[in-house]
């Protein structure tokens, strides 16, 4: 299997060989796994700042594809509206152009990225990978954090209407996500069971995964997060 290069110690190693897990180690990556709206992107900027590792989410950078109607944007769209996944081989495309980027030198935060096993395979070919932390919520609370998600699309913050509420003055700007209602979740949740989940265990024998119990509240899931990248 590709997980290249220094990788060879497992997490079960590192925690009592040296005492600690190198959560910043520059050269390697992060994935940040889950379920649609698990709360990846609301952990994301915090584990950015930790480890220094630029975030990279496949859907944002197909969000901007399609608002600027390039040709990436106008094959992906259809897929994002119904709820399924767009084809592997634009998104490894994205992906591998991405990474030519200076910033990823050093090790890059995917979020999103990847949900198949296709994706996984094409990634360890190209990075190594130090920890997939992977945020389980189950599908009922799933829905309602992705029907009363909304963004702030100056300052790009996610909140949600009820758990995650935005202050008063910028309530008039906030926008829904198109496909944040409940059919398409449906098919997200459906596409998510059936094309990604399978890629936990595939981590997890390599010894990868880190589970986190994402039914807690924002800042008792990054306490979490953080405590094991700084263990
Ligand atoms: P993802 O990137 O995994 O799709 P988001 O980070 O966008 O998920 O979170 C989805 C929605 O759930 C947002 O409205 C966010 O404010 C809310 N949210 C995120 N984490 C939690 C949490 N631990 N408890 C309650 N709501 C949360
Ligand atoms: P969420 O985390 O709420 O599911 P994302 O912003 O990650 O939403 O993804 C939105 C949509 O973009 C997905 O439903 C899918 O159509 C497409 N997408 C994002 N990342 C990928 C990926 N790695 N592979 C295939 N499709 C993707």
């Not at 910028?170 to 209602?181: A, E, V, W």
Request: hydrophobic share 35%; charged share 25%; net charge negative.
């Amino acid at each position: 299997m590709g997980i290249c290069g220094g990788n060879k110690i497992n997490h079960k190693n590192r925690f009592t060989y040296d005492g600690g897990y190198d959560g910043t180690t520059m050269t390697t990556s992060i994935v940040l796994f889950g379920p649609p709206g698990a709360g990846k992107g609301t952990q994301a900027s915090k584990i950015s700042e930790m480890t220094g590792k630029p975030q990279i989410s496949t859907g944002d950078m197909l969000r901007i594809a399609v608002s600027e109607a390039s040709d990436l944007g106008a094959k992906a769209q259809s897929y994002m509206e119904s709820g399924i996944l767009v084809p592997d081989e634009l998104i490894i495309e994205l992906i591998s152009n991405r990474l030519k980027q200076e910033d990823a030198i050093n090790g890059v935060l995917f979020d999103g990225f990847p949900r198949t096993l296709n994706q996984a395979i094409a990634l360890s070919s190209i990075v190594d990978i130090s920890s997939v932390i992977s945020i389980e919520v189950p599908d009922e609370e799933i829905i309602k954090r992705i029907v009363g998600r909304r963004m702030d699309p100056i300052t790009k913050e996610i909140y949600h209407i009820s758990f995650k509420p935005a202050p008063d003055e910028i309530q008039g700007r906030l926008i829904q996500r198109k496909d944040d209602n409940v059919e398409t979740v449906m098919n997200r949740l459906k596409t998510y069971h059936q094309q990604t989940s399978p890629l936990s265990s595939w981590y997890d024998d390599q010894n990868l995964l880190i589970p986190i119990d994402g039914n807690k509240s924002i800042e008792e899931v990054a306490t979490d997060i953080s405590k094991f990248l700084s263990n």
